[in-house]
């Protein structure tokens, strides 16, 4: 049998996904012959979720007419993409210094690349998504956290470290709240879901006459979403609406600094809270105007993701095209 078909890997905080596609259809159309997506195994550590994702490829591959050629591996976090090493996955326990892309590739007996979601999720938007055509490109993922990946003359840019594309540690408040990373105000602590939410339940605190909409929408839920703060300001609420437009302010700044660095051609948002689509982008799009003078914005676009939740297990099937030069 040919060596024709790829596997590729996603591995997330809660969930994991493994899908199956011949190597060249796949990087034309990014549709997996077959995929699995099921909650991550508890209790989450390295052993037991490599041995899963093993015992999933290895049933795809008896299920399916042709051999494996190449792996592709996503995982959140810092990674060193060029030895293939998680370096801290803070979501699980134990995923420190895991020489992942190696466990894999002898398991299966083929070559491996690793890269973090993010990346491989720029990777998917820019080869099938939002982004295709686009020479320069920049992608955020606003969920959770922010995260982010940057192209360059068509390729992934990794940088020092595999640092590059970390916009989610851009500093928008000098005197925000301290970030996971040590450093006060990234766009993450400002504008993520998670930070939406936390500004929202302060708000709620600070201004018990106002918000009505969005108490409403509450209930007997301890704080909002970034969701119910959206659809409160959708619905007149003006105490969402001032949320909602400090988030695209801050998002604006960010966007702004990244502007002026790389001057991209294209800028997708991806992620949960990107979900709403023109409803986050338009108020964007007009912060930015207070913010960029130097480039002319009408020359860069600003675009919803269009792979949704899968990207990153699309994008590492992508992975898997480029390490084989298919």
Request: net charge neutral.
């Amino acid at each position: 049998m040919p060596h024709n078909l790829l596997l590729a890997f996603d591995i997330g905080g809660t969930k994991l996904a493994v899908g199956i596609a011949p190597v060249a259809r796949f990087r034309q159309t990014g549709t997996f012959d077959a995929l699995v997506k099921e909650p991550i195994p508890l209790p989450g550590t390295p052993d037991v979720v490599t041995q899963r994702l093993v015992k999933i490829g290895r049933q795809l591959l008896a299920e399916s007419n042709g051999q494996l050629a190449g792996i592709g591996i996503s995982i959140g976090g810092p990674l060193d993409h060029l030895t293939g090493t998680v370096l801290n996955f803070p979501h699980l326990p134990g995923w420190r210094n895991i020489p992942l892309r190696q466990q894999l590739s002898e398991a299966f007996g083929a070559p491996a690349g690793l890269d973090n979601d993010a990346n491989v999720g720029a990777l998917a938007e820019h080869r099938l998504g939002a982004g295709k055509g686009a020479m320069s490109m920049v992608y955020l993922t606003i969920s959770t956290g922010i995260g982010g990946g940057v192209i360059v003359n068509g390729k992934l840019h990794h940088g020092v470290a595999s640092g590059a594309g970390e916009v989610g540690h851009i500093t928008v408040q000098t005197d925000g709240p301290r970030c996971a990373c040590g450093n006060h105000g990234c766009l993450e602590t400002m504008a993520s879901g998670t930070a939406i939410a936390r500004r929202a339940g302060q708000a709620l605190a600070d201004y018990p006459e106002q918000g009505a909409v969005l108490r409403q929408m509450l209930g007997a839920q301890s704080a909002p979403t970034a969701q119910q703060v959206f659809a409160a300001a959708a619905a007149g609420d003006q105490l969402a609406r001032m949320l909602w437009e400090q988030t695209a302010k801050y998002l604006a700044i960010g966007l702004g600094s990244i502007i002026h660095l790389l001057a991209p051609q294209t800028i997708v948002l991806g992620g949960g809270v990107a979900q709403t689509g023109e409803g986050l982008l338009n108020p964007v799009r007009r912060n930015l105007a207070n913010h960029v003078f130097y480039i002319p914005l009408a020359s860069i676009q600003l675009l919803p993701a269009a792979l949704g939740h899968d990207s990153a297990v699309i994008g590492a099937g992508l992975l898997a095209t480029e390490l084989l030069n298919c």
